[in-house]
């Protein structure tokens, strides 16, 4: 049953032209561009440096959050509890900051240290009892999303000190704002990016991906690699959880309860598979426009939103159905 | 694999992702219902965001500001949170209107504080920002609030319930929204306060999100809990009607008093089958005009809508008591949502 693919980092690539068709971003690409320019067309507002720059500050926060779930996915693994665990996450720093009179970069402290906790107890649960990905992160997500409104009483965290949401703020680029946040964001792609195709540790994920056993036998020391995948996802969701504040300007305890899903969806469209070892860092980012894209746009057109959640689905189905049909040809 | 087959494969998913993009789009541009998106074509712009897409309470309040956008010759665009409680999604939707140059937005907020910094950003940039259904909190964060009086629409019921009780020791459960949540919070303590007791006098609180399934499971523990009660506080019909079969099992259907709030057509009908002793109706679809209706004029002549509207309530039920003002469920039936 296992397919045999190639990994991308060993295709031969005779010219850079041939490089960049066969890219697996390529299609999400395109998708992304053609979408823009039907955008472009239908709405005097969608194409200009102020709307894109809106639209990035809109997908900071599950872009943030794609980026862990990429890295658990390209494992064959998939996290549920993202969305949970980085509400609990927002919520302990804005409580320590607001009410614990903890100083704010202490509290951001403490926040990424717990989501990063809740990674790291996934991962050894995953790894070293072991228990399937789905189930021990189903598990998670209620109990992060319990803790959440235990410990915020159900109330919403006003008030609360400028450091935290400062990444809301914006600076001058030419004409438009951009967010610091957005900058976060953009740059945590980047530094994942190189990682996974630029250094041995990129190499072992996508191995591990594509063949536990193969790549423990190669000397990959799968377990550790393994925990600390979910440990930097956990990470990732803290910084997601920094972002949240920052961009909402409160804690909010009924926040994240699809960005799961969301996640998920943002994944997938950027082609990485889901049974693992194949996908990119990149991707992810273009799956996520996409769908800003879209949502931004149709609103700009004055459609219906639930027109967004239906073209959404119908555009995983299809990103996924396209990934098993080249699976099965490349059989 | 080999490289063609990548290549290929990746032009096939482009290739079918934008295709269908294209279609669907296509064909949910003519089925919208909010027209075509020619913009410059000097309408005026008008946003309704409410809680969800699919809570009856709200596809009325979508009719109603579609119904008098129409006829104010104003262009409606809506958005939706994808759950109640979603405030990053309520966020964005304001943005996406406010780039797209509305002149005013309405708002059902999901979470009235975590909303706040949002409609503030909106009102910076001149926009009007009415509150429909839920204040916001502080109530001043909006330019003015179209709503039910929530706490009027408890003491309604708790009066009723009072004459009807005739006296007899009450016990009461209520079966509440959920913690925190304004609306469910003044309907309860408007309950008591026409009622007369305090929450002393509750035997058994439960919170049942507004859901009937919820509604069933809340009646079933608080009979487990008080089987004695009879004087049953709801905080709409949906939780009523849960509390009817909960106590229909018990064959207590007929000698305790449900009670509810919302006026719904489904709400209005169990009044009248004798499930449900009285209701108070509210009205969504005067909310979202008089909405639309508010914009309209700012963008005409700069005038902008302030402070409180009561979109009035009234009590609906077949069974009237003496001393309390009620209409009967024909005159529900006709002015009911859903």
Redesign the interface.
């Known amino acids: 049953m296992t397919a045999t693919t190639t990994p991308y980092s060993e295709l031969k690539a005779p010219t850079t032209a041939r490089r960049l068709l066969t890219a697996p971003t390529t299609g999400p690409l395109a998708a992304l561009l053609l979408a823009c320019a039907f955008f472009s067309f239908s709405t005097d507002q969608f194409l200009t440096g102020g709307n894109f720059s809106l639209i990035v500050q809109q997908v900071m926060v599950v872009g943030t959050l794609a980026i862990g779930q990429t890295l658990i996915i390209l494992t064959a693994g998939i996290d549920l509890s993202c969305g949970a665990v980085m509400a609990f996450g927002s919520i302990v720093i804005a409580k320590m900051a607001a009410e614990g009179s903890l100083p704010p970069l202490l509290a951001i402290g403490l926040g990424l240290a717990v989501c990063g906790g809740f990674g790291l107890l996934n991962g050894l649960l995953v790894q070293k009892i072991p228990l399937p990905p789905f189930i021990v992160t189903l598990g998670m997500l209620n109990v992060a999303f319990a803790l959440t409104h235990i410990y915020s009483e159900e109330q919403t965290v006003t008030n609360l000190p400028g450091p935290l949401t400062a990444l809301g703020e914006t600076f001058p680029l030419g004409h438009t704002d951009i967010t610091y946040g957005s900058l976060v964001t953009i740059g945590l792609f980047l530094l994942l990016a190189y990682s996974l195709s630029n250094t041995g540790w990129g190499r072992h994920v996508y191995a591990l991906g594509n063949s536990a056993e193969a790549a423990r036998l190669n000397g990959i020391r799968t377990s550790r690699l393994t925990i600390g995948i979910y440990t930097v996802a956990g990470l990732l969701y803290g910084i997601a959880a920094l972002l949240l504040i920052s961009r909402t300007g409160v804690g909010d305890p009924q926040a994240g309860q699809t960005d799961n899903l969301d996640s998920i969806t943002a994944v997938v469209l950027g082609g990485t598979s889901l049974f693992g070892g194949r996908g990119s860092v990149l991707g992810t980012f273009i799956g996520v426009l996409i769908v800003g894209v879209f949502r931004n746009g149709l609103q700009l057109m004055g459609v219906a939103s639930i027109y967004q959640t239906l073209i959404t689905g119908v555009l995983v189905i299809l990103a996924v159905t396209v990934d098993q049909l080249s699976r099965k040809k490349a059989r | ?1 080999s ?1 063609t ?3 290929s ?6 290739a ?3 295709g ?3 279609l ?2 296509t064909a ?2 003519s089925g ?4 075509s ?1 020619s ?2 074509s000097g309408e005026v ?1 008008v946003g309704l965001i409410t809680k969800t ?1 699919t809570n009856p309470f709200f596809v009325k309040m979508k009719e109603g500001a579609e119904k008098a956008a129409k006829e104010n010759g104003a ?6 949170g ?2 109640d ?4 999604g309520q ?3 304001i ?3 406010v ?3 509305v002149k005013g937005i309405l708002i059902t907020p ?2 009235s ?2 909303i ?3 409609i503030e950003k909106a009102r910076a940039k001149g926009v009007l920002v009415i509150a429909l259904d839920t204040p916001t909190e502080p109530e001043s964060a909006v330019d003015a609030l179209f709503a039910t009086d929530n706490l009027k629409a408890g003491e309604l019921i708790g009066e009723y319930a009072k004459a009807a009780m005739k006296g007899k020791t009450a016990k009461i459960a209520a079966l509440d929204l ?3 949540v304004s609306v469910g919070v003044q309907r309860h303590d408007g309950f008591l306060k026409g009622f007369g007791a305090t929450e002393k006098d509750v035997a058994c609180a439960q919170d049942t999100g507004g859901d009937q399934a919820k509604g069933q499971t809340a009646m079933e523990n608080c009979l487990q809990k008080e089987p004695d009660i009879n004087v049953v506080y709801t905080i709409n019909e949906p939780a009523a009607l849960g509390a009817y079969t909960a106590l229909k099992a018990k064959g207590r259907e007929k000698d305790v008093l449900i009670v509810s709030v919302d006026g719904g057509c489904t709400g209005t009908q169990a009044v009248k089958d004798g499930k449900i002793a009285a209701t108070s109706q509210q009205y969504p679809l005067k909310m979202a005009a008089e909405g639309v209706k508010a914009v309209v004029s700012f963008a005409k002549d700069g005038k902008k809508a302030s402070g409180y509207t009561d979109t009035g309530v009234t009590l609906i039920t077949d069974k009237a008591q003496d001393g309390v003002a009620s209409k009967d469920t024909a005159y529900g039936l006709e002015n009911c949502w859903g």
Do not use: H, I, W, Y
């Open positions: 694999m490289r087959t990548r290549l494969s990746s032009l096939l998913r482009a079918a992702v934008t269908v993009a294209a669907t789009l949910c541009g919208s219902g909010s027209g998106s913009s410059g712009k897409d262009q409606l665009s809506t958005a939706a994808k759950f409680g979603d405030n990053a966020v964005t939707a943005e996406n209107m780039a797209a140059g999901s979470d504080k975590a706040v910094p949002a959920a913690p925190g």
